[in-house]
């Protein structure tokens, strides 16, 4: 049977990398604008271009040549041209869940229009791909994924080693996720560069044909060829018509066929073996010797990380659900505008990006996206919860009391300490000279004050001495309105806060229900709540007892730090020298505050390392030696960093919190914290991307790399049939398992200076000179971290309450309400919000585990409805919803 060639012409596209985006951009309007002048040609025979999988290039073209919209659509139109089904090539691991979702939602909304979408998974160049990648694509409809990286064994850029052992002996396999779900797989065996720069001379076009056939046949089970012509941000060749005919009358035995991906899918399942390799789960190049998987991206430029969780938590778990509860009180939903906050912070989502592979322009205009979205954020946030609690009824409060509307976000009931500045009088400019007020305030007795929840219940609580400060309003209808407050910091225990809801409380005058500071031991290390103890050593290490089981973890907390001679993408440990840490380096301890409520300590390292690598480490980047390949040492000379530690324990937490700051002022090193539990396991589990994901504690026998760090989203977690351990963390995406005893290792600063890809781009910002932070919470359980549950309160992490202060006045909704009542034992939420193309609500969870449950939510005078991830109704009106195993379900409700 004659066998046909499809080449797919296109260029990979990185928004940007080695170059800033704007750079990037301006060849990239060459190439277009290449593009359509050919197009235009009549007879060219210039038949398709795959623009990548991504819509963000379109505006990125569009917003310098808007003039050629018209005409872009028509060749889409056409199927000449071949956009989406993402908005952009993210890193699969390194953005949320729920960001991985808009990606293809917005993605697939932009194609609309255009009228035309290449049907493909397409994931040419992402490091690594989850598990749950093949139901997310089934529920969009889409049967087909393409990638790059992740199943045989192979070497950098897919570099193809010969050996036996392949996970699959073709580069078309069935690719399953844990719920069974499963898509037609396709491997580029030889890369998305296999056609590029097709020759159009015979004899030259004989010897790259004889290679390139000879090379797609090896791993193609059918007479259906891929030939990807194109690279990194490849210019366009013109010449492929040209080149086809060339290849034609070489080889009349093959079809040569300039193709497009859709063309080719439908051509290659009509002749698809009846078996196939069914490849599981992740794809991680775990099958590989390891020094090229690019997971240390996890723990490059960890700030970026940091920045984009905020972000990620501030929209999906705070501004989505926030204004969906506002909706359901009669409010308007601003889907355009939360749309456009999530693509501006999707711009930094693409693989080079947000894994901090890049030249430092391109992170540093990064930072500056980051912190716009944030504005974006927060202002969303605290406008919609002002409105919502406008809809609160507080014409009940006591005479001269304040109303705090406590909401809660989130999928789960919280229980937690608020710590908020209330403003316990104002003066207007209006009211007063702005001169005398402050005097006025200052001078102003200032009652007591007790806490009480909305049955009148007094509420422990703790109010700071005010302060006078200067504020102002912004009214819908007037001039801004300045103003000094007298204000104070209040702390409490908000308890029973519903989900998907919110409680009132009241600030009102009184002397009952203070909470005084209790005194501390100057030599006694010890924090205790209602659920945990914490006994700290000499040297910052704490031993931690969940009081319950009276199980205890030892010796946890200890700071290791290693040289790096590796670069952006990779980590590679300095020869001959053995990790320093702070085991027995004596800290100095300090109470910064210790009540009923809150207790909180702080203790200081002054740790001795290395300045740098040694000398060699620069003549081995300028002559672009591999980083395994390396055999750098670090610098005889040393310098001091300072590692500073602050502990907190609230009442209601479920274990200790911590934040580190690191005055870091050595380069080429990698500092972690360690977390030896103690426990025998194979192993262990993750958060990752609708998924808590189960993963072997050592590696393949293929893999030589010393280190074996993985991606996590939230949290890392052992445990053995009796107990275990979570780390949570926030923006903390690269950990290790090390077997001996059973330790958690986690990534909290890695300090390197090059890009390290193709040649030699310096990177020193890299080094991540100065002041870095790093938070965490560890969190003791019974059993493992599904069984228990435990992942509730990982998932909380960071996850704030909304708290807004208001007035008194009348409303339609009670002090306390909750909008969406659900049933959801053992389902893990992720998000609420309005769809994006009608008015129903839409709330998604995932089973984390292998046994079937049953979920129950309901909105009042709202019907539920089983949806997909494009929020299409697939299942009729039920009152109760089987979730299968491992399965993602949305409910969508409608008036």
Request: with cysteine; net charge negative.
């Amino acid at each position: 049977m004659k066998k046909t060639a499809h080449i797919i012409s296109h260029s990979h596209w990185d928004r940007e990398w080695y170059l800033p985006f704007e750079t990037h951009r301006y060849y990239f309007i060459q190439l277009m604008n290449n593009l359509i002048e050919q197009f235009k040609k009549d007879g060219s025979g210039f038949q398709s271009f795959h623009l990548d999988g991504q819509t963000v290039l379109l505006e990125d073209y569009f917003a310098v040549h808007p003039e050629n919209r018209e005409l872009v659509k028509q060749l889409i139109e056409e199927e000449k041209l071949h956009i989406g089904p993402w908005y952009v090539l993210q890193d699969a691991f390194l953005t949320s869940s729920e960001a991985n979702v808009r990606n293809l939602l917005i993605g697939l909304n932009d194609t609309k229009a255009y009228g035309h979408f290449s049907k493909i998974g397409y994931f040419p160049d992402t490091f690594g791909i989850y598990g749950q990648a093949p139901q997310l694509l089934k529920q969009a409809g889409i049967d087909t994924a393409a990638f790059g990286r992740g199943v045989k064994p192979t070497g950098f850029n897919n570099t193809v080693s010969d050996v036996p052992d392949y996970e699959s002996p073709y580069s078309e396999m069935i690719w399953k996720s844990p719920d069974g779900s499963s898509v037609l797989g396709i491997l580029f065996a030889n890369w998305y560069s296999n056609g590029n720069e097709i020759p159009v001379d015979q004899e030259e076009a004989k010897a790259f044909w004889d290679k390139k056939l000879e090379d797609a046949e090896k791993y193609a089970s059918t007479n259906q060829l891929l030939f990807m012509n194109g690279c990194d941000h490849q210019p366009l060749q013109k010449s492929i018509p040209q080149a086809i005919e060339t290849a034609s009358a070489l080889y009349p035995d093959y079809q040569f066929k300039h193709s497009s991906f859709n063309e080719y899918t439908e051509e290659l399942k009509q002749a698809l073996p009846e078996e196939l390799q069914v490849i599981e789960g992740e794809l991680r190049n775990q099958r590989t010797d390891g020094w090229s998987t690019l997971v240390n991206t996890a723990s490059s430029r960890i700030y970026l990380k940091q920045m984009n969780h905020h972000c990620q938590t501030l929209l999906e778990k705070n501004a989505e659900p926030l204004a969906a509860m506002n909706y359901l009180a009669g409010g308007s939903y601003p889907r355009e505008y939360v749309r456009f906050m999530w693509k501006s912070l999707m711009k930094n989502h693409p693989h080079d990006s947000i894994c901090g592979c890049s030249v430092d322009e391109v992170h540093r205009e990064m930072v500056t996206r980051f912190e716009t979205v944030s504005q974006m954020g927060e202002v969303f946030v605290r406008e919609k919860a002002a409105e919502l609690a406008q809809t609160v009824d507080t014409s009940q409060t006591p005479e001269g009391g304040i109303p705090l509307v406590i909401m809660n976000t989130t999928g789960w009931e919280k229980n937690e300490v608020i710590t908020q500045i209330v403003d316990l009088e104002r003066v207007y400019f209006s009211q007063m000279h702005f001169e005398e007020i402050p005097a006025y305030l200052q001078d102003k007795e200032t009652p007591s004050y007790m806490l009480v929840d909305g049955e009148g219940n007094m509420v422990d609580m703790q109010l700071e001495e005010p302060a006078v400060e200067f504020g102002y309003d912004l009214p819908d209808d007037k001039f801004r309105q300045p103003y000094f407050a007298k204000r104070a910091k209040v702390s409490f225990f908000a308890e029973g806060v519903p989900s998907f809801g919110y409680k009132t409380f009241y600030l009102v005058q009184g002397t009952e229900g203070v909470q005084q500071d209790v005194p501390a031991s100057d030599t006694q290390f010890e924090m205790e709540n209602e659920y945990v103890h914490l006994q700290f050593h000499e040297d910052g290490s704490y031993d931690l007892m969940q009081k319950e089981t009276g199980e205890s973890f030892h010796q946890l907390g200890i700071y290791e730090d290693t040289g790096d001679v590796g670069n952006e993408y990779m980590y590679k440990e300095a020869e001959g020298h053995a990790p320093i840490t702070t085991k027995g380096v004596p800290a100095e301890f300090t109470w910064l505050e210790r009540s009923t409520l809150r207790t909180v300590l702080e203790f200081t390292h002054t740790l001795s390392i290395p300045v740098s690598a040694d000398d060699r480490l620069a003549i081995e980047r300028n002559k672009l030696i591999w980083h395994k390949e390396r055999a750098s040492g670090r610098s005889n000379e040393m310098t001091a960093i300072t590692l500073k530690t602050v502990v907190t324990l609230e009442k209601g937490m479920k274990g200790p919190a911590f934040k580190l700051t690191i005055d870091n002022q050595a380069t080429d090193h990698r500092l972690r914290v360690l977390f030896p539990t103690g426990l025998q396991t194979e192993t262990h589990q993750a958060d990752s991307i609708f998924e808590i994901v189960t993963r072997p504690n050592t590696p393949e026998k293929e893999w030589e790399n010393p280190s074996f760090c993985h991606h996590q989203q939230r949290f890392a977690s052992l445990a053995d049939e009796r107990m275990g351990l979570t780390v949570a963390t926030d923006g903390l995406q690269e950990y290790e398992i090390i077997p001996e005893n059973g330790t958690i290792a986690v990534t909290v600063l890695r300090a390197t200076a090059e890009l390290g890809d193709w040649g030699y781009f310096p990177t020193p910002e890299a080094q991540c000179l100065g002041m870095q932070t790093a938070e965490w919470q560890v969190l003791p359980h019974e059993k493992d971290v599904i069984q228990s549950q435990a992942f509730v309160d990982a998932y909380q992490y960071k996850v704030p309450l909304v708290v807004v202060q208001t007035d008194i006045h009348e409303g339609a909704f009670p002090e306390t309400h909750q909008f969406v009542q659900s049933e959801s034992n053992g389902l893990v939420w992720t998000s609420m919000r309005v769809a994006e193309e009608r008015d129903d609500v839409m709330v998604r969870w995932f089973n984390p585990a292998e046994e079937k449950t049953n979920l129950q939510a309901n909105i009042q005078d709202h019907e539920s409805y089983k949806s997909n991830i494009l929020e299409k109704q697939s299942d009729n009106a039920k009152d109760s919803y089987e979730v299968g195993k491992y399965e993602i379900i949305t409910l969508g409700f409608q008036k």
